[in-house]
T-cell receptor, first 117, second 111 residues
Framework: DAGVIQSPRHEVTEMGQEVTLRCKPI?????LFWYRQTMMRGLELLIY????????DSGMPEDRFSAKMPNASFSTLKIQPSEPRDSAVYFC???????????????FGEGSRLTVL | QKEVEQDPGPLSVPEGAIVSLNCTYS??????FMWYRQYSRKGPELLMY????GNKEDGRFTAQVDKSSKYISLFIRDSQPSDSATYLC???????????FGAGTRLFVKA
């Protein structure tokens, strides 16, 4: 399997522009997670989906951020309008076997490095 | 107070040293305790996990969990330059959906 695929790997944009990050999870995984990593705050969970349904978006910073998962093989994270403080590495991860008594390993993509000028 | 506290380091050791990495946490609902390893410009990868309290050994790596103290540790024996990476502790509740990560400790093993 190719693993979790994220695009773009690098994005440089100007403040106020819309940014769309994309993720293709591992086939057969039923949970998908979006994380943001910065030096100051570490790895923060933004939102996660189970069977394409958003379960918890309490980590989404503000209304400028939105995430969708239209089908089991694709998800997007959108920032509109972008601000310099959104500069970070955004990771998508997928998992199978999540449940009340099961451990689900997270498989991460290589990340999308976003710089907002 | 953060749910998971981890010293970001950096930690620099000579090759062959024993490395000790630690995290503390505040949420007693956590049941699964993980260590992820992240190489530069890559995504984190699971190194090992433990359910509830106790020890788990995998080759040169040993994970310990003390739920009474809310303290977890990762020991690396005979450290190698290839172990140079950022090590992130992580925890989740029984449901496993919401995995919370520590800040990560940057480790450098010098040849």
């Amino acid at each position: 399997d190719a693993g979790v695929i994220q695009s773009p790997r690098h994005e440089v944009t100007e403040m106020g522009q819309e940014v769309t990050l994309r993720c293709k999870p591992i086939s057969g995984h039923n949970s998908l997670f979006w994380y943001r990593q910065t030096m100051m705050r570490g790895l923060e969970l933004l939102i996660y989906f189970n069977n394409n349904v958003p379960i918890d978006d309490s980590g989404m910073p503000e209304d400028r951020f939105s995430a969708k998962m239209p089908n089991a093989s694709f998800s997007t994270l959108k920032i509109q309008p972008s601000e310099p403080r959104d500069s970070a590495v955004y990771f998508c991860a997928s998992s199978s076997g999540q449940g009340a008594s099961m451990f689900g390993e997270l498989f991460f993509g290589e990340g999308s490095r976003l710089t907002v000028l | 107070q953060k749910e998971v506290e981890q010293d970001p380091g950096p930690l620099s050791v000579p090759e062959g040293a024993i490395v000790s990495l630690n995290c503390t946490y505040s949420n007693s609902a956590f049941q699964y305790f993980m260590w992820y390893r992240q190489y530069s410009r890559k995504g984190p990868e699971l190194l090992m996990y433990t359910y509830s309290s106790g020890n788990k050994e995998d080759g040169r790596f040993t994970a310990q969990v003390d739920k009474s103290s809310k303290y977890i540790s990762l020991f690396i024996r005979d450290s190698q330059p290839s172990d140079s990476a950022t090590y992130l502790c992580a925890m989740s509740n029984t449901g496993g959906f919401k995995t919370i990560f520590g800040a990560g400790t940057r480790l450098f093993v010098k040849a």
